[in-house]
């Protein structure tokens, strides 16, 4: 099993950068899909980005294609999400997600990832 610890958020202005981090732990991280969802206050949780355990295939939501970046170090064991011309309706909680079946989709439904780190929160102002 993969345990996540989210790090990194916080408040920013408008147009501003934010780089998060997830930390795993276990032996399957390596192996495991990624990706990092979000949850804005009164709204669904949503899916953000996504990253195959090589790190070589990686998938954006429309609403960040071309402001974020899904990266994933397998020797420290983390993942990462550079964030930039953030916006105020990015605001949101923040976590990251492991699916342990290695296989690789751009769009995995919420329901297949396996672990689920608490989240960390971006605070974007106008």
């Known amino acids: 099993q993969v345990q996540l610890v989210e790090s990194g958020g916080g408040l920013v202005q408008a147009g501003g950068s934010l780089r998060l981090s997830c930390a795993a732990s276990?032996?399957?991280?390596?192996?495991?899909?990624m990706g990092w969802f979000r949850q804005a206050p009164g709204k669904e949780r949503e899916f953000v980005a996504g990253?195959?355990?090589?790190?070589?295939?990686?998938s954006y939501a429309d609403s960040v294609k071309g402001r974020f970046t899904i990266s994933r170090d397998n020797a420290k064991n983390t993942v990462y999400l550079q964030m930039n011309s953030l916006k105020p309706e990015d605001t949101a909680v923040y976590c990251c997600a492991a699916r342990y079946d290695s296989r690789w989709s751009p769009r995995i439904p919420e329901y297949e990832y396996d672990s689920w780190g608490q989240g960390t929160q971006v605070t974007v102002s106008s």
């Open positions: 990253i195959s355990w090589s790190g070589g295939m990686t």
């Open positions: 276990g032996r399957t991280f390596s192996r495991s899909v």
